[in-house]
């Protein structure tokens, strides 16, 4: 499983980094994903992320 911030459509609010700081971080006003390969343990939290962004820029897959 893999997260995709789209950079150009990031708004930098950070609800991504505050419901899933684990798999995201907040890097000069854009989300980024901190890991490459999502885990298992960190699929809901991944999801949840997404779902929650309020332009949907992150594309879980
Ligand atoms: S929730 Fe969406 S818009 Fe907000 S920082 Fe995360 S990716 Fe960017």
Sequence with gaps: ???????????????????????????????????AEISEDMAEQAQSGSDQCPVNAIAVS
Excluded at 5 to 34: F, H, R, S
């Design 1 to 35: 499983m893999k997260a995709v911030v789209d950079m150009d459509a990031c708004i930098g609010c950070g609800l991504c980094a505050q419901v899933a700081p684990d798999v995201y971080k907040m890097e000069d006003d854009k989300a980024v994903v901190t890991m």
